[in-house]
Nanobody
Framework: VQLQASGGGSVQAGGSLRLSCTTS????????IGWFRQAPGKERERVSC????????YYSESVKGRFTISSVGAKPTVYLQMSSLEPEDTAVYYC??????????????????WGKGTLVTVSS
């Protein structure tokens, strides 16, 4: 199982970025895909999750309405479209293979694999 996040960069507040997560070694039948982030000196924050090729999606309150998660294919490739970015969104973003989105989002349980992250920097 492998996952790789990409697409990070530097953007001004109010701007947008799209992150990509490429995967191999599993399909949506095996795992859902989640995004989490970690800022310097802060705990990991679970941001979003998509649970199948049907597209059941979940968001944290801090990003709801600004971020959109989507997927292409059963392999899958997962995207995180981030809009109206704020300096507080600055972090390294990771994608992960999770067993069940609602459980992972609620109690941080069931994250089995994750890859290297991609840095997002939002300046004011």
């Amino acid at each position: 199982v492998q996952l790789q996040a990409s697409g990070g960069g530097s953007v001004q507040a109010g701007g947008s970025l799209r992150l990509s997560c490429t995967t191999s070694g599993f399909t949506f039948d095996d795992y859902a895909i989640g995004w989490f982030r970690q800022a310097p000196g802060k705990e990991r924050e679970r941001v979003s999750c998509i649970s199948s090729s049907i597209g059941n999606t979940y968001y944290s309150e801090s990003v709801k309405g600004r971020f959109t998660i989507s997927s292409v294919g059963a392999k899958p490739t997962v995207y995180l479209q981030m809009s109206s970015l704020e300096p507080e969104d600055t972090a390294v973003y990771y994608c992960a293979a999770v067993v069940l989105c609602p459980t992972w989002m609620a109690i941080n349980d069931g994250m089995d694999h994750w890859g290297k992250g991609t840095l997002v920097t939002v300046s004011s």
